[in-house]
């Protein structure tokens, strides 16, 4: 079984100012990894995700991860956040190839503060 | 355009009451899940389904049901509500499956239902 883990529960970042969301997961096995955003009283929507090939993974909105395997991580990063990126962002987790189950983070709100 | 819709945003049952969630999407995906959402816990898996007339247990499916009668909609039912399942609720579809031979992965969510059972 995998797991994820996101150590963050709340970041506070100016607008205009980088930001790093961390994710931690753990896995025996090769990963296909996500990052979904939740907009307020929203559902979720994709981000971004790897699944094979370069370990950058750029996304929309300007985020990007790196899939980093020997830390067994997967953070996000924007280099600039705008007000609007105020959202909560969820990590998950999935067994690589057909079908398998999504295991979620418990998520990190991103606030950007004026 | 990709579409999850889930039959109410907000809804208030009394504990006993039977709740049926409805959700339904219009991309044809073999698959379609429900999550319950909480503060600090993330998404939990309730129950999935990966054909008509299928289903399969999640991470925590006690006191919840399924019904998948027909390709595009799917049910969750809180057969006797309790306080502790008030929460939001989160329907996903997704095309990925070992019938499908295609690898798509993303899921496709509707906005949710906040329950609130007194």
């Known amino acids: 079984a995998q797991s994820v883990t996101q150590l963050d529960s709340q970041v506070p970042v100016f607008e205009e100012a980088p930001v790093e969301l961390r994710c931690n997961y753990s896995?025996?096995?090769?990963?296909?990894l996500f990052w979904y955003v939740q907009y307020p009283n929203q559902g979720l929507q994709l981000l971004l995700k790897?699944?094979?090939?370069?370990?950058l993974v750029k996304g929309i909105n300007g985020f990007e991860a790196e899939f980093n395997k020997s830390q067994t991580s997967f953070h996000l990063r924007k280099p600039s956040v705008h007000i609007s990126d105020t959202a909560e962002y969820f990590c998950?987790?999935?067994?690589?190839?057909?079908?398998?189950?999504?295991?979620f983070g418990t998520g990190t709100k991103l606030q950007v503060i004026p | 355009d990709v579409k999850v819709t889930q039959s109410s945003r907000y809804l208030v049952k009394r504990t006993g009451e039977k709740v049926f969630l409805e959700c339904v999407q219009d991309?044809?995906?073999?698959?379609m899940f429900w999550y319950r959402q909480d503060p600090g816990l993330g998404l939990r898996l309730i129950y999935f389904?990966?054909?008509?007339?299928?289903?399969e247990k999640g991470d925590i499916p006690e006191g919840y049901s399924v019904s998948r009668e027909k390709k595009e909609r799917f049910s969750l039912i809180l057969e006797s509500a309790s306080t502790n399942q008030t929460s939001m609720y989160l329907c996903?579809?997704?095309?990925?499956?070992?019938?499908?031979?295609?690898?798509?992965?993303?899921?496709?969510f509707g906005p949710g239902t906040r329950l609130l059972v007194l």
């Open positions: 996903a579809s997704t095309i990925f499956g070992p019938k499908q031979g295609v690898v798509q992965e993303t899921q496709y």
């Open positions: 896995s025996s096995v090769s990963v296909y």
């Open positions: 790897y699944l094979s090939g370069s370990t």
């Open positions: 998950a987790v999935s067994r690589a190839g057909g079908y398998q189950k999504v295991t």
């Open positions: 991309m044809d995906h073999e698959n």
């Open positions: 389904s990966y054909d008509v007339k299928m289903k």
